[in-house]
């Protein structure tokens, strides 16, 4: 921008000379009109007068029209006397002289006055327009600096605006995750109070959202965990450590539930504990499963036991059968030492009901696999019953079923009779009520979780209660594992509910039982109705032991029992002869296949085992009966014997009744061809 008095310097510059060059200039001028005005003004003429605006007009422009008005008029009054004297006509110059010179000074000054006073102004709206001008150029730059700060500040804001949305996203994530998640997910304070519950914790405990928060987890215990388990538990996280374990708990509706548990301390920002968040998965079914797996391995383990003893047992409980069968017949007339023998039957009775429960609750019992009607086993063991409860206990019956169940009836009947006689064990000391009730029932979807792994359909429901001392709920939990047991020592052997529940699951039912110490107990057996034609249950009943005059061989690798068996036969009036090696017994029936009617051969021996010596036999003879007696194998059952051409199969221990019959019925060709 250009300068004001930069543009005009012409006005502005005299009245900005120093105050003794304008007095100098002034002076000189005036003098110099003094000593020239007369000698212009006669040489010259009137014109000359114009000599003393040289000095007037200075006067003006320098002090302005006030102090140049004075100046002026001082000066030009001894102008004009000088003009008097020298000239001496008044008219030609006189006072109009001065007064006009005054009159210009007037004018120049006013002008210069006002000349300087909008130089002010003009000077002062330029200070004005240059401090705007400034103003302008410090907003501008302030406005570019607080810009440039904003847009900063912008950026910066829209950073934290995009790391608080990637927060608050990974958050909603999170809380979805949580919220979705199939885990339950608890968060308490630091005192246990419930803050926040997922979905899945309202799902699986039974307890709302509403219902959770404000409560402490103590809400969901069961019993099962004692003091010195939560104490450990709280000492762990309060050190701010981890604890991992199981829970086992109940839910709302006071349902078991088992839950494997993580609980971590939660942290403030200044690194205190201020809450604890736990996740837990239920395991219910797991736990159950692998109880159902321990159960099936401890099965298989007691199945590998049973059948590594069965076969040596039998084999010695037949010997006993058979020797002391021997010794009663030779003494019918010495009825002291038959009651002896008596006595040694009926353990040997009992070892051999011991070893069936044995295979049986291990599965390696073959079973007979038909419709039974369960009304008609009932009163079966009812009739049996009656005899021999004492009459403290009161028999009380509701049988309405007439339906029919696939199943071994010998196991059916098994099953009733371990119940009852459990039942009045339970009312032996002050007796009571053993009530019995058979009907049809469905099972639905609801009821299944409440009995077993068991498919809805059609059951017949068989009830046994007795009002006994019942079953405390610890033992409840036990009641049907293997070889468990609260009788007394040589009162029970713990295996009478294990073989009823594998016989009733074997029938692909279920068997329940509630308790409650000093009322009593209930038993409830689920078995599927199977719609086919009835076979009633039939006890045969035989006369005297049939015999015969027939050469039989007689093939066991233990020599004390070939004696005994061909003792047997020879009291019956066969002509007996014994092997106790398969090998010779082969080589001697080569020699002359014709010499033998009948071989009675256990299975298990060594070099040639049973199945091996029936096929030799076949070959050399295909007309020979075999009759197969084994104490058990894991390798030869009655199916295989009889695809083999066996025509008799016997399981030891034998009475002389069961070999002479089947005996008999082989050499009549009574038995099925099958």
Known sequence: MVDFRQKHRFITYPATFKPWLKWSIFLFLLILYYAFAPWMYVNIGTVSRLFAFF?????????????????????????????????????????????????????????????????????????????????????????????????????????????????????????????????????????????????????????????????????????EH????????????????????????????????????????????????????????????????????????????????????????????????????????????????????????????????????????????????????????????????????????????????????????????????????NAQYAMREKGGVLTVTLEDGKIDEEEIAETSDIKPGEYIVLTVEDTGHGIPEDVVARIFEPFFTTKGEGEGTGMGLSTTRNIVSDCGGAITVESTPGEGSTFRVLLPICRKDIREITVSTIGGLPGGKERVMVVDDEAPLVRMICEMLTGLGYSAKGFSSSSEALQAFTVDPQVVDLVVTDVTMPLLNGLELTGRLIRTRPSIPVIM??????????????AAGVKGYLLKPISIRELAVTVRDVLDGKVRSD
């Open 55 to 223: 000095y007037v007009i200075p006067a003006a422009l320098f002090w302005g029209g006030r102090t140049g008005i004075i100046l002026t008029a001082i000066s030009t009054a001894p102008v004009g006397f000088v003009h008097l004297l020298v000239v001496g006509e008044a008219s030609e110059g006189g006072l109009i002289g001065p007064v006009f010179a005054i009159i210009i000074a007037g004018l120049v000054g006013y002008l210069r006055d006002l000349s300087l006073s909008l130089e002010e102004e003009l000077a002062r709206r330029e200070g004005v327009e240059l401090e705007l001008l400034n103003l302008k150029t410090n907003l501008e730059e302030e406005v570019s600096k607080r810009t440039g700060e904003l847009i900063s500040a912008n950026y910066e804001l829209q950073d934290v605006i995009n790391d608080r949305s990637a927060v608050e996203k990974q958050m909603s994530r999170l809380a979805m995750a949580i919220e979705q998640a199939s885990e339950e997910v608890m968060i308490t304070d630091v005192q246990g109070v419930i803050e926040y519950v997922n979905p899945a914790f309202e799902r699986v405990t039974g307890y709302s959202r509403r219902e959770a928060i404000g409560s402490k987890p103590s809400i969901l215990k069961s019993g």
């Open 226 to 421: 004692d003091l010195q388990f939560y104490k450990n538990l709280w000492e762990t996280i309060s050190r701010g450590q981890v604890w991992r374990g199981r829970f086992v708990n109940r839910s709302r509706n006071g349902s078991r539930l088992v839950e494997d548990a993580t609980i971590s301390p939660v942290y403030d920002s200044q690194g205190k504990i201020n809450g604890y968040v736990s996740v837990k998965r239920d395991v219910t079914e797991f736990e159950k499963r692998e109880a159902q797996n321990r159960q099936a391995q401890k099965m298989e383990a007691i199945g590998a036991l049973a059948g590594g003893i069965a076969h040596d047992f039998n084999n010695i409980l037949f010997g006993i059968f058979g020797y002391t069968e021997i010794a009663m017949r030779r003494a019918e007339d010495q009825p002291a030492i038959r009651e002896a023998l008596e006595e040694v039957m009926k353990g040997g009775r009992r070892a051999k009901d011991l070893v069936r429960q044995i295979l049986t609750f291990s599965r390696q019992r073959d079973a007979k696999w038909q419709p039974v009607q369960v009304k008609l086993v009932i009163k079966e063991v009812l009739n049996l019953l009656r005899s021999v409860l004492p009459a403290t206990v009161e028999i009380k019956q509701k049988v309405t079923s007439e339906s029919m169940v696939l199943a071994d009836p010998t196991q059916i009947h098994q099953v009733f009779m371990n119940l009852c006689t």
């Open 629 to 642: 007696v084994t104490g058990f194998s894991e390798v030869v059952d009655e199916a295989k014997a009889r």
